[in-house]
T-cell receptor, first 115, second 118 residues
Framework: AQTVTQSQPEMSVQEAETVTLSCTYDTSESDYYLFWYKQPPSRQMILVIRQEAYKQQNATENRFSVNFQKAAKSFSLKISDSQLGDAAMYFCAYRRGSGNTPLVFGKGTRLSVIA | GAVVSQHPSRVICKSGTSVKIECRSLDFQATTMFWYRQFPKQSLMLMATSNEGSKATYEQGVEKDKFLINHASLTLSTLTVTSAHPEDSSFYIC??????????????FGQGTRLTVV
């Protein structure tokens, strides 16, 4: 079974600084997708960024970027120029590529942004 | 972007009663919807996979007679918590993927339902 591990229950960052959230996963599949989701206090799940396993290039979305290390099965999220609105729970998630498969989530990292 | 609408957002019910939660894809068709449960300060755990026109697939440990799932159309799936008890109090979230755009797209999530059983 696939598992996703987030080893940092809580993180904090100063406004305008950079923070990196860690995620590792375990799978025997070769075709899969990785995601970072943000869950603010409203509890609405918001997609931050996604990475296809077959792509070597790291995904970026504005201030958000990932460091995808396939061999190490590591998928960290870097948030640059942190803003107060970035404060939320962040979940790393995995999805097997074949078929309409569900997401497997890590336990989450609560990010606080200090003004 | 695609929208998944989930209702109600909050519900309080008495122990022993049943509660129905709706999950609608507003501007796309979803052959499959997923139901997750989230306990306070915890992650999302998959409960079941809802397939249009067929029986839902439940994860191990999830009682199918307690959590009834119906997926009668390509845009609507419902989760009914039957004979609710206080331990069923939780946050329930649905998600769906766009059938037309294909399996490579991301899943869209509903707003979630906070169920409190008193």
């Amino acid at each position: 079974a696939q598992t996703v591990t987030q080893s940092q229950p809580e993180m904090s960052v100063q406004e305008a600084e950079t923070v990196t959230l860690s995620c590792t996963y375990d799978t025997s599949e070769s075709d899969y997708y990785l995601f970072w989701y943000k869950q603010p206090p409203s509890r609405q799940m918001i997609l931050v960024i996604r990475q296809e396993a077959y792509k070597q290039q790291n995904a970026t979305e504005n201030r958000f970027s990932v460091n995808f290390q396939k061999a190490a099965k590591s998928f960290s999220l870097k948030i640059s120029d942190s803003q107060l609105g970035d404060a939320a729970m962040y979940f790393c998630a995995y999805r097997r590529g074949s078929g309409n498969t569900p997401l497997v989530f890590g336990k989450g990292t609560r990010l606080s942004v200090i003004a | 972007g695609a929208v998944v609408s989930q209702h109600p957002s909050r519900v309080i019910c008495k122990s022993g009663t049943s509660v129905k939660i709706e999950c609608r894809s507003l501007d796309f068709q979803a052959t499959t919807m997923f139901w997750y449960r989230q306990f306070p300060k915890q992650s999302l755990m998959l409960m079941a996979t809802s397939n249009e026109g067929s029986k839902a697939t439940y994860e191990q440990g999830v009682e199918k007679d307690k959590f009834l799932i119906n997926h009668a159309s390509l845009t609507l799936s419902t989760l009914t918590v039957t004979s609710a008890h206080p331990e069923d109090s939780s946050f329930y979230i649905c998600s769906a993927r766009d059938r037309v755009r294909g399996m490579n797209t991301e899943a869209f999530f509903g707003q979630g339902t906070r169920l409190t059983v008193v």
